[in-house]
């Protein structure tokens, strides 16, 4: 059994970015001192006990949701295993479900948990009482008022969401800038190497290293929305991507992107079902179809 605290902070150049954490007692203060530079949030929550292996989930509520579904959704709450030796670490983009152009949104994460491993059923039970036994900690999260890119921010490069992308079709799944965010987080010291085998020109890499020598984060997500912005109309530009990562050693990295696509045209699949189109068959197959009874 291990006591832990709930992070949950939003990057100071985007706080519709955010990073959520599951983090050991005697880890908190310096993962929370290491993370401040970049990041502001609340206080951690108060102490949990959670048993190695135990699955649990993040909502965000009040006004809040994930930006685009994830592989690792389930009824849109974000799906944790806790081992005790690992990050136990999600960085999402969330938006609100409400207007920002008149005020904040004031909404919070809460943290649930999930299965138990079999092994500790007794254990980890013991610590669920009462109707609210799943519920573990709820942290505050505030989206600020929109507001226009105006010259003093260009001036400082500020920005507060990153640009709308979609890397491939409706009909093969898409990649989205959240699903990117999260493919950025796992790249680390790899970035360069991974840049190269996308095509990217030595010389611009290291511009990109120059141009973000205080900020490691952001110089990972300059290098592979740079190369995204430049291929979102190329029709193999997922394939692409899922053989550099596969290239630079990056299997588990190529894996996701795969299983984000399978995602995808599963839900593709059930939308062509939904509005009454043949299985296996086009749209223009069907078309020729109907025309012809």
Known sequence: MYQVNFVALQRKRDPEQVLLQCVPKHKVDFTVKKLQDRYKGPEPSDLVELVEGEQFFAAFEQGLKLH???????????????????????EVYVTSSTDRKQDDVKGQVSFYRGSVPDAVPQEAHKHRKGTKSDWMATLPIRLPKMKSLNQE????????????????????GYLTETNLLSIATQIGSDWMNIGINL??????LLRIKHNNSNDFNQLVLDMLFTWAQRNSTETDCIEKLVKAMRNSKRNDIADEIEDVIALGKEKYRQSIQRVGLDQGNSSEDSAIVMSQS
């Open 68 to 90: 685009s579904e994830r592989p690792d959704c389930v009824d849109g709450k974000i799906s944790f295993v806790f081992y005790a030796k690992m990050k136990n670490m999600k």
């Open 153 to 172: 921010n260009e001036r400082q490069g500020i920005s507060y969401s990153l640009r709308p992308l979609n890397l491939g079709n409706a009909e093969v």
């Open 199 to 204: 095509g990217l020109p030595h010389t611009e």
